[in-house]
C-alpha cells in the first residue's frame, strides 16, 4: 500500500501520460497502486473524485477526462459561468408563500392557548 495520498499518486501518473485519461480509468489505476480492494475503492472513490476537483494540480475536462492544469490553457481549464445563472428573485415569488409578521404572531398567540 503506498504512503502517498490518492491525489499525490494521480498526479505522478498522469505526469508519466502525454494526454488526458478518463476519470474511471485514472481510479483504477490509482486504486491498483494503492492497493485498494473492491470494498475500499467504493468507500474512497467520492473523497478522490472531490480532491481532484480542489486540487488545482488538475483539469477536469469534456467527458469526464482528467490532466494536468499545467498542460491545458485557461480557456480548456474554465467556462463562463454567466450564462447559467438564475435570476433568484423570479424562484423566491413562485416557490415561496411569504406571509405577514402579523400572522406569524397571531398564529403563535393561538398556539398557546
Do not use: P
Amino acid at each position: 500500500m503506498s504512503k502517498k495520498s490518492m491525489t499525490d499518486v494521480a498526479f505522478e501518473m498522469l505526469s508519466k501520460k502525454k494526454r488526458s485519461v478518463a476519470f474511471a480509468k485514472l481510479w483504477e489505476e490509482v486504486c491498483a497502486k494503492m492497493g485498494f480492494d473492491e470494498t475500499m475503492a467504493q468507500k474512497k472513490i467520492a473523497q478522490f473524485y472531490t480532491d481532484m476537483m480542489l486540487d488545482n494540480r488538475f483539469a477536469s475536462l469534456e467527458d469526464n477526462k482528467w490532466d494536468l492544469r499545467s498542460r491545458r490553457t485557461y480557456e480548456e481549464t474554465h467556462f463562463d459561468t454567466s450564462s447559467i445563472l438564475i435570476d433568484d428573485d423570479d424562484l423566491l415569488d413562485e416557490e415561496f408563500e411569504f406571509i405577514d409578521d402579523d400572522e406569524v404572531t397571531s398564529k403563535n398567540e393561538e398556539d398557546e392557548y
